[in-house]
């Protein structure tokens, strides 16, 4: 997006050096990068980057409201609906696409937002690779709010761990080994010191949960939650009647406490008027829909990975719902080809990472990833065979 940077890293771009860095980028943990890395990353100059974070700040306006609980009340299915919620999520995404407006003009849009951790980790370790092997100049950042390194593993290890030692403390997921954003758990354990445990190793004493670390076994009193409560459900009957023990009244703290996945959301969108923010409404508080609905996105509120998202809608789609309550449609935004690569654009999508700490009145913006897609849709599915594509981080301008 910066041209002369473009311009300057794709003369200089050669498969060598990016062979050679994907062979280190793997080379602490062999074979856990399951997803596409691009031969890029983004740079982005102050001016657009001003213009995500009053997007974000404007949104996180919404979610500090004295009201946001009551608004979202409905939020959260009854049946995944677990006790003890706090009161915020201590970390929040916000997903923009860069987009074309009507005027031919660059700008960012909403594409969802989730009160869930992301690559929160693994993205420490992409910049400090990306640096070694490409030049990056030294007044672009991949940290946001004068973060570094050192500042940024801080506060995530503060947030995670809490009050605790960090051997009371988990990280927790279904099946971890095999989850495609496994490198972050591993991260994740490097930076915090925390263990990473399965679902289905839970030893469940009353109140109390228990992990066994080399046969010992060892009281969990804080848990950072990986789990997806709509990838719970698509599991065997042994792993769902295992997960019913997280709806249970736990001696536990939770960071995220699952039921913020749901609050922010989605679910959350139509509340937000913003320029940056595509218009979205409840499918069933909606009188009279729009007559260019293929300018339209049909969107189910719960649902695991994207599915049963409609792209080109038609009143038959519409139709078909059974549970409009439960849908959402939003106005389709335009992705901008922005990047340049030596055959076609990509497009863009970036992810604003947010860390919110007990004790603090709002969150702060702290890091980010990127992913950049040739298909019609960002996704492994619709990039497969292109290059130039796949997963990355932006370099903002300071």
Not at 11 to 37: C, D, M, P, W
Not at 310 to 322: E, G, M, P
Request: net charge negative; proline share 5%; charged share 30%.
């Amino acid at each position: 997006m910066v041209s002369s940077i473009r311009q300057s890293f794709n003369s200089s771009f050669t498969e060598e050096k990016y062979q050679s860095f994907l062979k280190e980028l793997n080379s602490k943990h062999s074979g856990a990068i399951e997803f596409r890395v691009a031969e890029t990353p983004i740079f982005i100059d102050k001016s657009f980057k001003e213009k995500v974070l009053a997007a974000c700040e404007n949104i996180v306006d919404l979610i500090t409201q004295y009201n946001f609980k009551t608004l979202t009340s409905h939020a959260i299915p009854a049946e995944v609906r677990v006790p003890n919620e706090n009161e915020h999520s201590n970390f929040i995404a916000f997903d923009f696409g860069i987009c074309e407006n009507e005027n031919g003009e660059l700008e960012p849009q909403l594409i969802e937002m989730q009160g869930f951790p992301s690559l929160f980790a693994y993205q420490i370790w992409d910049d400090e690779i990306t640096r070694k092997h490409f030049d990056i100049p030294e007044n672009y950042s991949a940290y946001l709010n004068d973060f570094d390194k050192e500042s940024y593993i801080k506060l995530l290890k503060e947030i995670i761990i809490g009050n605790h030692q960090p051997e009371n403390v988990i990280l927790l997921e279904i099946l971890p080994h095999k989850q495609k954003t496994r490198i972050d758990f591993y991260f994740t354990e490097d930076y915090t010191g925390i263990k990473i445990v399965c679902l289905t190793e839970l030893i469940q004493e009353g109140k109390k949960l228990f992990y066994l670390n080399n046969g010992k076994k060892i009281e969990i009193k804080r848990i950072y939650n990986r789990i997806i409560f709509d990838d719970l459900q698509q599991q065997s009957k042994e792993i769902q009647e295992k997960g019913k023990l997280l709806l249970e009244e736990l001696e536990v703290e939770w960071v995220p406490h699952p039921n913020w996945f749901y609050r922010i959301s989605k679910y959350t969108l139509p509340f937000i008027d913003h320029p940056y923010v595509p218009s979205t409404k409840f499918l069933n508080e909606i009188k009279e829909f729009p007559t260019d609905l293929e300018n339209y996105v049909l969107k189910p509120l719960f649902s695991f990975a994207g599915q049963g998202v409609v792209i080109d809608v038609t009143q038959s789609d519409i139709d078909k719902v059974s549970d409009p309550e439960n849908w959402i449609l939003q106005r389709k935004v335009k992705y901008a080809d922005v990047i340049v690569t030596p055959d076609t654009p990509a497009k863009a999508e970036i992810r604003i990472f947010y860390f919110w700490k007990d004790g603090e009145a709002r969150p702060i913006a702290t890091n980010n990833l990127a992913r950049l897609s040739k298909g019609k849709m960002i996704g492994v599915r619709y990039n497969k065979d292109k290059e130039w594509v796949g997963g990355s981080l932006v370099y903002f301008e300071k």
